[in-house]
């Protein structure tokens, strides 16, 4: 007796992968080359007048969350609210009072960025996006 088996359904087992790879690569697929460009973040003028943010530009875009999260734990566990960049200007560390100063738009700063990346970062939960007194 041999072992030679046939596949008698190859054309359904056939057709069935192609329906399974057209399903998976759909959305790939579907929205090709009608991705909508990154948004420009809209400073107001007190950031145009002051040229320079706390790190630079291409940084504070990467990197903002990592330096607010420092920031944080800086204020937070060592009671330390004063950040110096690199070229020796002092910043205090707040969200609400430092960074929202400059950047006093949420919806035309913050959530232009955040809603195309669709993030939800957790900064709203407890500061306050038009602060009424400075620390």
Not at 47 to 64: I, N, R, S, Y
Not at 86 to 101: P, Q, R, V, Y
Not at 114 to 123: G, I, M
Request: aromatic content about 10%; some cysteine.
């Amino acid at each position: 007796m041999s072992n030679n088996k046939k596949i008698y359904d190859k054309g359904i087992v056939f057709t069935g992968l192609v329906i399974f790879l057209a399903l998976i690569t759909f959305p790939f697929w579907y929205n090709r080359g009608i991705a909508a460009p990154a948004p420009e973040p809209e400073l107001t003028e007190k950031a145009k007048a002051a040229k320079e943010c706390v790190l630079p530009a291409d940084e504070m875009k990467t990197g903002h969350m990592q330096l607010l999260n420092d920031w944080r734990n800086d204020v937070v566990r060592n009671a330390d609210r004063m950040y110096v960049n690199e070229h020796g200007k002092e910043f205090n560390m707040s969200l609400s009072n430092e960074c929202l100063d400059c950047h006093s738009s949420k919806e035309d700063f913050c959530d232009r960025c955040h809603n195309y990346a669709s993030v939800k970062p957790y900064c709203w939960d407890c500061h306050i996006d038009n602060p009424k007194e400075k620390m």
